[in-house]
């Protein structure tokens, strides 16, 4: 069985020592890294700001077209989805799956 390996650093400047803490996930540039390069975390979270755009068009614009609605979904949800694509780029069929659902 192997044991973890638990190992602190630390970064000085001209006055202190400090100790650098371990984070399971970090956001950059608004995409979500974890500690393993998976991106499902930064999937799941725009997929929910795709949805609740879906859902602000659906409230404020009752009453339209297949070419109105084409339009808007393109100027407003696709962009949520395919922000830093090259970067997250879904590989997992779940993740792509969900991703063309919205």
């Known amino acids: 069985m192997l044991t973890p390996c638990v190992t602190q650093y630390y970064i000085a400047d001209s006055r202190a020592c400090h100790e650098l803490i371990k ?12 500690f393993k390069l998976c991106f499902s975390d930064h999937v799941n979270e725009k997929i929910c700001k795709a949805y609740s755009v879906l859902g602000v068009i ?3 614009f ?3 077209d ?5 339009l808007l979904y393109k ?13 997250w780029c879904p590989y997992k ?7 063309e659902k919205v």
């Open 23 to 34: 984070v399971d996930s970090v956001s950059d540039l608004g995409v979500r890294f974890d």
């Open 58 to 60: 659906k409230r404020n």
């Open 62 to 64: 009752i009453n339209m």
């Open 66 to 70: 297949k070419n109105t609605f084409t």
């Open 75 to 87: 100027a407003m949800v696709r962009p949520h989805l395919e922000y830093a694509n090259t970067v």
């Open 93 to 99: 069929k779940g993740d792509i799956e969900v991703i």
